[in-house]
């Protein structure tokens, strides 16, 4: 149970839900097998108290000379939060391209612009689930590999990506979910969660279609978004904080708030194959119902095995994507 007190953010959400939204477990020293049983399997969220406690990014990162020096040159693709309204149905994400060093600078300036590098890519796995990843290109930000400490719940091959999400602080995400394992650790400031699991979608989206996996009508500022019928979705409500690392269920429907201030974290995301390829292609499966819909969804699945073929002759079957450098600690094969 949580007990810390949450003064980093504005609200609560957990009474404005009935019944309120339950708290998410928080262990330590948890082991694979008792993760896998009461965890994973039954897609339950679950705070890994000292997950990340190891990670030696959770001190080099508090300096922005240190990131400046390890990736400064590498290229970020930044989100414009003030671009695109989550409220809208037209909602869309406006990025554009800029030097981290540049960014770095500037999200720990007094006046930080409004930049979110969302999914800045660590590290690629080097298995089939992350030849269905999202990215199709090596990683931008390899140097950063050998700050991390990859978590033993998941065997290598099931690593799809790994990402550095660095943002001004006071940034939400919209509600949304993913297909993959989430394990999320926060390394600067905190993050608020609101997590869902995937079949209260009908109850939160209230008959909207949300685009793709993201649900309108959730902006940070909507302050009565959880009146009436939302109000009534059960979910669960936790904050994260350096060391930790969360567990989101593949499919989870969640929505999460950054508190002030310059905002690091990193996630891992995990697809076991073939053990999640069917629930994978289910979650695909649900977002196109009807005729012409599901004509959409036969050609998403061409559209992945041409990415998977694309990958496979690209990288070589099982072979993990190549970056410019080596280094890493002994596993990092990057
Ligand atoms: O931290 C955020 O803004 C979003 C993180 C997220 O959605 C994720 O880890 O899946």
Redesign the pocket.
């Known amino acids: 149970m949580q007990s810390e007190t949450q003064t980093e953010f504005s609200c609560d959400f957990a009474p404005l839900f009935d019944p309120p939204l339950g708290q998410v477990d928080v262990v330590s020293g948890i082991t694979k097998e008792a993760f896998e049983s009461n965890y994973r399997r039954p897609r339950r969220p679950v705070i890994i108290d000292d997950g990340a406690k190891a990670w030696p990014a959770l001190k080099r990162w508090q300096d922005p000379a240190y990131l400046v020096a390890a990736a400064g040159h590498r290229p970020a693709f930044v989100r414009d939060l003030d671009a695109g309204n989550i409220d809208s149905a037209s909602y869309h994400e406006a990025y554009q391209e800029v030097r981290l060093d540049e960014l770095v600078e500037r999200l720990f300036s007094d006046q930080p612009p409004a930049w979110y590098l ?1 999914q800045g890519l660590i590290m690629r796995g080097d298995g089939l689930g992350s030849m269905l990843g999202r990215s199709c290109w090596p990683a931008s930000l390899p140097e950063l590999a050998c700050d991390l400490v990859e978590p033993p719940f998941w065997p290598q091959e099931s690593l799809t990506e790994c990402n550095l ?1 660095l943002g001004p602080g006071g ?1 939400s ?1 919209g509600l ?1 979910y ?1 297909e993959y394992d ?1 394990l ?1 650790g926060v390394v600067l400031g905190s ?1 608020r969660w609101l997590l869902f699991p995937h079949d209260q979608a009908k109850v939160l989206l209230n008959g909207a279609r949300g685009r793709d996996s993201i649900a309108p009508g959730f902006h940070f500022s909507q302050a009565d978004r959880f009146a009436n019928e939302r109000g009534r979705a059960r979910g669960y409500e936790c904050i994260t904080r350096p060391g930790q690392l969360l567990y ?1 269920p593949a499919g989870m429907w ?1 929505q ?1 708030f ?1 508190s002030n201030g310059p905002s690091l ?1 990193v ?1 891992y995301w995990y697809l076991s194959l073939p053990r999640d390829a069917v629930r994978s292609a289910v979650l695909h499966a649900r977002r196109y119902s009807g005729f012409a819909a599901r004509k959409r969804f036969l050609l998403v699945l061409g559209v992945i095995a041409a990415k998977v073929m694309l990958k496979t002759a690209q990288y070589g079957f099982g072979k993990r994507a190549p970056s410019e450098i080596q280094i890493g600690q002994p596993g990092y094969r990057l």
């Open positions: 969302t999400w940034q995400s949304h993913d989430n999320n993050k989101v969640h999460v950054s974290a996630n």
